[in-house]
């Protein structure tokens, strides 16, 4: 069996499952946020009873984080009606947005959009958010409200989005039935080159493949490649898988990833156990792809999808109005180490956003000295904007006075992970998605711009 079929088969119960068969799984995680939270709570009501109970208590992970700093009423109803749920059903783990569970939040305009608005339970952008606080363990089931879900791939879990429906019925039962997908085998070899990240990788892969190549598919990441990517790294990578129309993506347990999560379980008092599966001799792929790491450019997927690969040293020619950096995908604390590598002592010359994923990353990025200066203000001096209200703000276009979106029709290179029209915001603006060294070389150009032309010495 492939890695993912070892999980399903395990949650199922059964000795074995192969692609294809539909089998009840048993779900460890359930989480929610703030767009789909309301319309899952919904159908848990409407299906369970108004009275009814969450199937765990423990298990049901609430975190606001889409259209949060935002003056938009109907955004914010959204999280108080995620507050009221987490108090009637007693829910342990809800990241709010304010202290109070009793308040509301609301827009402090002396603050403005770049200085923080948010309590301390807060957490950021959910994916991101779910590691950092000890809910993703090597082994497990993990469904989410949202497509990236997939991003805890990397942990060596099946992880993956499901829609409200699903979703309150998992809030009712703990379970859900699942057609287990046919794997893709992505086989890492080599080593990344200066100026190429993860993110590189898997817009390569995308490109390969096509942006519904991995359609309700596996996609596995293993082979020695994978020893020197990050543990960022690995979730840039999964992330995406979903870009590719992937069911989830999967990579295998090493002593990186043990090191993470037990920390992470350790400092959050949260469930310190698990059991990672690992690869067997007799695992059947319907795709096969060789990765030379060592091989890869700085690579961009253009408009109008994530499969447009070009290379960046090929896309000179394109002008841009803007540059943005944040998300899940691309918002990390690493993300920004690099971004801030390119930009250290040099001057952006268009519009430049930085997001950070969660609130612990605008902490790291305030307090890591580089020289006499923080990662921030290097950032801040290079002439990027940088909010400390970290979550998912422009990467999905959001209420119109969310930080960052293109509210004209606009050309921006990002280093968030989806590009269809009008995904940050105005339907007729362009993304180019790129790594954020590859982000921060442009915004120094105000064009598609080759990182390694920027590399310091
Ligand atoms: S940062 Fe973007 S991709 Fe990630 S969860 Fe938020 S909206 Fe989705």
Not at 382 to 389: D, R, Y
Request: glycine share 10%.
């Amino acid at each position: 069996m492939t890695l993912t079929e070892k999980l399903l088969a395990r949650a199922a119960s059964k000795k074995r499952v192969q692609a294809g068969d539909n089998v009840w799984v048993q779900a460890d995680i359930l989480m929610t946020h703030d767009v789909c939270g309301p319309g899952t709570i919904g159908v848990f009501k409407r299906e369970f009873g108004k009275t009814a109970k969450v199937w765990d208590r423990n298990k049901v992970v609430i975190i606001p984080d889409h259209y949060i700093f935002t003056a938009d009423s109907m955004s914010n109803r959204n999280v108080d009606i995620l507050r009221d749920f987490v108090k009637e059903q007693g829910i342990t783990y809800f990241y709010d947005v304010i202290d109070d569970p009793n308040g509301h939040w609301v827009f402090d305009p002396t603050k403005g959009a770049m200085k923080r608005q948010h309590g301390s339970h807060y957490a950021g952008v959910c994916h991101a958010a779910l590691p950092q606080k000890g809910h993703t363990r090597p082994g497990e089931i993990l469904f989410g409200t949202d497509s990236h879900t997939c991003m805890a791939g990397a942990f060596n879990e099946f992880a993956t989005g499901i829609g409200n429906t699903d979703a309150g019925f998992v809030m009712g039962t703990g379970k859900l039935l699942l057609k287990v997908p046919e794997t893709m085998h992505f086989r890492l070899e080599g080593k990344l080159q200066p100026g190429v990240m993860a993110k590189d990788i898997i817009l390569h892969s995308i490109g390969e493949i096509g942006f519904d190549g991995a359609t309700y598919r596996a996609m596995q990441f293993d082979g020695p490649g994978v020893a020197s990517l990050s543990i960022d790294d690995r979730m840039t990578i999964a992330n995406m898988a979903i870009e590719a129309g992937g069911k989830n993506a999967i990579f295998e347990f090493d002593a990186q990833t043990q090191a993470f999560v037990d920390y992470r379980c350790k400092l959050n008092g949260t469930n310190p156990s698990y059991e990672p599966v690992t690869r067997d001799k007799r695992e059947k792929f319907s795709y096969e792809l060789v990765l030379d790491l060592s091989k890869l450019e700085p690579t961009v997927a253009c408009h109008p999808n994530p499969g447009q690969r070009k290379l960046a040293r090929e896309l000179n020619a394109i002008k841009l109005d803007r540059a943005y950096i944040g998300s899940c995908t691309g918002g990390k604390t690493s993300d920004f180490i690099e971004f801030a590598r390119i930009l250290r002592g040099k001057r952006v010359i268009i519009d430049t956003f930085g997001v950070p994923a969660t609130p612990e990353i605008v902490h790291d990025l305030q307090t890591a000295r580089w020289g006499q200066q923080t990662v921030w203000e290097i950032l801040v001096a290079a002439g990027v904007k940088m909010t400390e209200n970290a979550g998912c703000a422009a990467c999905l276009g959001g209420p119109v006075d969310t930080f960052g979106r293109m509210n004209a029709p606009l050309k921006c290179i990002s280093a968030t992970n989806r590009n269809f029209p009008g995904r940050m915001g105005h339907k007729d603006s362009q993304v180019f998605l790129a790594s954020p060294a590859t982000v921060a070389a442009s915004a120094l150009t105000g064009k598609i711009t080759d990182p390694r032309e920027y590399l310091p010495a």
